[in-house]
C-alpha cells in the first residue's frame, strides 16, 4: 500500500489545495483517509482554508486567459497524451481506488479505463467543436454560431466514483477551453490528488500554465459552498445527493451562474413474462452488487410480473448466495466494503423501516463480523419484497438493497416505474417488441437512461448521462455534453452595402 501511494506521490501529510503540481500551504483541518478495507489510515491531509480557495480560484481565472487561446486540436494534443499518462498508472490508481473508496479491483481498473476511454472521446471532439450557420432572411448576410471557452469550471464529485467523474467534466473542460476547480469527496480526496497529479505533469511537461486542472480538499458545505458561491466559476457540476444537488443549485442560480446536477437514483427493471430470465438475473446481480449497491445506477427495485416472481427470486437468491465478499483487492471477491460505517448505519435503518411497513426480507442484510469483517463496513447484499409506496422505497438508500415489487398488467409495471420522485435510470427485460417500444415511448420510462436487456448500471462514455425530475436533468460525458462547457454565440455579418432590418421592419432612410 505504501509503495503505491509513493509511486502515485502521496506523502504521510498531504496539502489539501493543489494548482496543477503546486501544493499550496493549507490551514484547514487535518482530515484522514482511512481505508474501509481495514480502517487502515492511508493518508492525511491538512484542507483547503478560505485563502487557499482563493489562490486556487486565482490561478484557474489566470490559467484560462491563456488557455482560452489555445488552438482546440492543440488542447486535444495534452488531453491525448493525459489519456497516455493514464494509461501507464492505471494498476496504480486503479489500486488506489479500491483502497480508499472500496470498490473491487477489477471495477476500480474499470474506473480508470473509464477515464481514459473519456479522454480518447474528447480528443476527437477537440477537432469537432461545430456550429451550426443558417440562411439569414436578409439578403447580403450570413449568420452563424459558434462556441468560445466558457472559463474556470467547479466540478464537485461524489465518493463512489472517486475519478470517472472528474474525468467526464474536466477532459471536455480542458479541449472547450477551460480550466477546472475540482472539490471531490472527503471520503475519497487521495483519489483526487493522485488523479489530478498525473493529468497536471502533462499540462506542466507540454508547457502550460500551473492553475489549468486544480484541486481543493474541504467539508463540503464550507469549500463546496464556496465554490457554488464563487461568481469567477461560470458553471459548476456538481455530482452527489439529491440534498446536495437542491443546496448547490440553489447557491448558483441565486447568481445566476450555470448548474449541471447529476444527482442520485431511483433505478427499477421491469421483467415481464417473455424474458430471458438467465439473461436477467446475469445483469440484475451485476447490477445491484456491483459496487456494494453504490453506484447511483445501482439496480434498487425489480418489478416482476406476478406468474414470474417466484422463480425469478429463487434464481436471484441462488446467485446471491454465489457472491463472494471481503477484502476487494483479492481475486475471486465480488463485493467489498460499504464506504463507511455510516453507510452501514443507513442500510440498517432502511431495513427497520422496511419491516415496519410489512415489508419481508427474503435474503441477507446482516452486517458481517469475523476477522477483516470486524472493522464494521461489510455487509451482506439483500433482497426484500415490497410494495412501491411504501416512503422507504421513494428514497435512494446507497446501499445493496434490492426491493422485489409485483406487478400484473404491463402498463402498471410502468407507472410502478415512473411512480418516484428520481428519474435516472431503467431498463426493461422482454423479448416482446411491443412491450419494449411501449417502455421506451414517450408514455414508457421517464429517466434519463431507458435500456431493454441490459442492466441499469454500467453505462458507456459515449452516450450522454444523466436523469429527469429530482436526478437534477443535468447532462455529462458522450453525445453533444460538451457544449455545456462552452459560451455559444451567435453572429450575423452583413455584406450587402444596405441595412435592412430583420421581419421586414422599415425605420427611415439616412
Ligand atoms: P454527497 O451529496 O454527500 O456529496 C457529493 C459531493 O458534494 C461531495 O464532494 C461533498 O463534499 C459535496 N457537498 C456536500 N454538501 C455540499 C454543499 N452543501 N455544498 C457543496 N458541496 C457539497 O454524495 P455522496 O455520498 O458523495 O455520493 C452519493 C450520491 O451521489 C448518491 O446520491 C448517488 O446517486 C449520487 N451520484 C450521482 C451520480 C450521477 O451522475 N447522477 C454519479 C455518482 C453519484
Redesign the pocket.
Known amino acids: 500500500m505504501k509503495d503505491i501511494l509513493k509511486r502515485l506521490g502521496i506523502g504521510e501529510l498531504n496539502q489539501g489545495a493543489l494548482t496543477g503540481l503546486n501544493r499550496l500551504d493549507c490551514q484547514g483541518k487535518v482530515l484522514e483517509s482511512a481505508s474501509p478495507i481495514d480502517g487502515e489510515i492511508l493518508a492525511r491531509i491538512t484542507q483547503a482554508d478560505s485563502a487557499a480557495y482563493d489562490r486556487v480560484s486565482q490561478t484557474a481565472v489566470a490559467a484560462f486567459r491563456q488557455w482560452r487561446d489555445v488552438p482546440a486540436p492543440k488542447r486535444g494534443e495534452v488531453v491525448r497524451q493525459i489519456g497516455t499518462a493514464f494509461r501507464e498508472r492505471k494498476k496504480d490508481l486503479g489500486a488506489l481506488i479500491s483502497l480508499e473508496m472500496g470498490k473491487i479491483l477489477a471495477e476500480a481498473e474499470g474506473e480508470v479505463q473509464e477515464l481514459i476511454d473519456v479522454c480518447d472521446f474528447a480528443v476527437g471532439q477537440s477537432r469537432m467543436l461545430y456550429g451550426f450557420s443558417m440562411h439569414s432572411e436578409r439578403q447580403g448576410h450570413r449568420m452563424f454560431e459558434q462556441y468560445h471557452p466558457l472559463g474556470p469550471v467547479g466540478v464537485?464529485?461524489?465518493?463512489?466514483?472517486p475519478v470517472a467523474?472528474w474525468s467526464w467534466n474536466a477532459m471536455l473542460a480542458l479541449i472547450a477551453g477551460d480550466t477546472v476547480v475540482w472539490?471531490?469527496?472527503?471520503?475519497v480526496p487521495l483519489c483526487a490528488i493522485a488523479a489530478n497529479m498525473i493529468a497536471a505533469r502533462v499540462v506542466n511537461d507540454c508547457g502550460f500554465p500551473e492553475g489549468l486542472l486544480n484541486v481543493v480538499v474541504g467539508?463540503?458545505?464550507y469549500i463546496?459552498?464556496r465554490?457554488?458561491a464563487d461568481s469567477r466559476l461560470p458553471l459548476i457540476s456538481?455530482?452527489?445527493?439529491?440534498?446536495?444537488g437542491r443546496?448547490?443549485g440553489e447557491i448558483v442560480l441565486s447568481r445566476l451562474g450555470k448548474p449541471l446536477l447529476?444527482?442520485?437514483?431511483n433505478n427499477a427493471v421491469i421483467v415481464t413474462p417473455c424474458a430471458d430470465l438467465g439473461l436477467a438475473a446475469q445483469a440484475i446481480l451485476f447490477g445491484a452488487v456491483g459496487t456494494a449497491g453504490q453506484?447511483?445506477t445501482t439496480i434498487r427495485r425489480l418489478i416482476v410480473q406476478d406468474s414470474i416472481f417466484d422463480r425469478l427470486k429463487e434464481q436471484l437468491i441462488s446467485a446471491y448466495r454465489q457472491v463472494k465478499i471481503g477484502n476487494p483487492l483479492e481475486e475471486g471477491v465480488l463485493m467489498g466494503p460499504l464506504v463507511d460505517i455510516k453507510a452501514v448505519e443507513a442500510m440498517r435503518m432502511a431495513l427497520e423501516e422496511i419491516g415496519k411497513y410489512g415489508g419481508k426480507l427474503l435474503y441477507g442484510g446482516e452486517v458481517l463480523s469475523g476477522g477483516i469483517y470486524d472493522v464494521g463496513t461489510y455487509v451482506r447484499p439483500c433482497i426484500c419484497e415490497v410494495e412501491n409506496s411504501y416512503p422507504i422505497v421513494k428514497k435512494?438508500t446507497?446501499a445493496p438493497i434490492l426491493y422485489m415489487i409485483r406487478y400484473d398488467a404491463f402498463e402498471q409495471a410502468i407507472e410502478l416505474q415512473n411512480d418516484v420522485p428520481q428519474g435516472?435510470t431503467s431498463s426493461i427485460f422482454t423479448n416482446d417488441l411491443r412491450e419494449s417500444e411501449l417502455f421506451l415511448s414517450s408514455r414508457g420510462s421517464d429517466c434519463g437512461i431507458a435500456n431493454v436487456n441490459i442492466s441499469t448500471s454500467g453505462a458507456e462514455i459515449g452516450g450522454a448521462?444523466?436523469?429527469e425530475k429530482e436526478?437534477?436533468g443535468g447532462r455529462?460525458s458522450g453525445s453533444d455534453c460538451w457544449k455545456a462547457y462552452m459560451r455559444r454565440q451567435t453572429s450575423t455579418i452583413n455584406w450587402s452595402g444596405k441595412m435592412p432590418l430583420a421581419q421586414g421592419i422599415k425605420f427611415g432612410d439616412l
Open positions: 464537485i464529485t461524489a465518493f463512489n466514483f467523474v472539490k471531490p469527496s472527503s471520503k467539508p463540503g458545505e463546496g459552498g465554490l457554488a456538481a455530482t452527489g445527493s439529491v440534498p446536495m443546496r448547490v447529476e444527482l442520485g437514483g453506484r447511483c435512494e446507497f435516472l448521462f444523466g436523469g436526478s437534477g455529462e
